[in-house]
């Protein structure tokens, strides 16, 4: 079994009311404190925005790396 199919069974079973997921570019973001960010670090962070049914949006940020 690959890593997709792993990724894609724990989606099916934990998250079964996700719609979709895509990333944002920091510009994007309006949260204050990021915006206050040297720009060294906001070149390595990476918004990614999991859209659920239902309306409800979770977006964590990580440093591109991991």
């Not at 996700?18 to 949260?31: D, G, H, M, P, Y």
């Not at 962070?45 to 949006?57: E, P």
Request: hydrophobic share 40%; aromatic share 16%.
């Amino acid at each position: 079994m690959n890593i997709l199919n792993v990724f894609r069974n724990y989606i099916e079973e934990y998250h079964s009311d996700l719609a979709f997921v895509r990333t944002i570019s920091v510009q994007e973001i309006s949260n204050e404190e990021v915006k206050e960010l040297p720009e060294e670090y906001k070149l390595k962070l990476k918004c990614w925005v999991f859209f659920y049914y239902g309306g409800q949006l979770v977006k964590p940020i990580s440093f591109k790396r991991g």
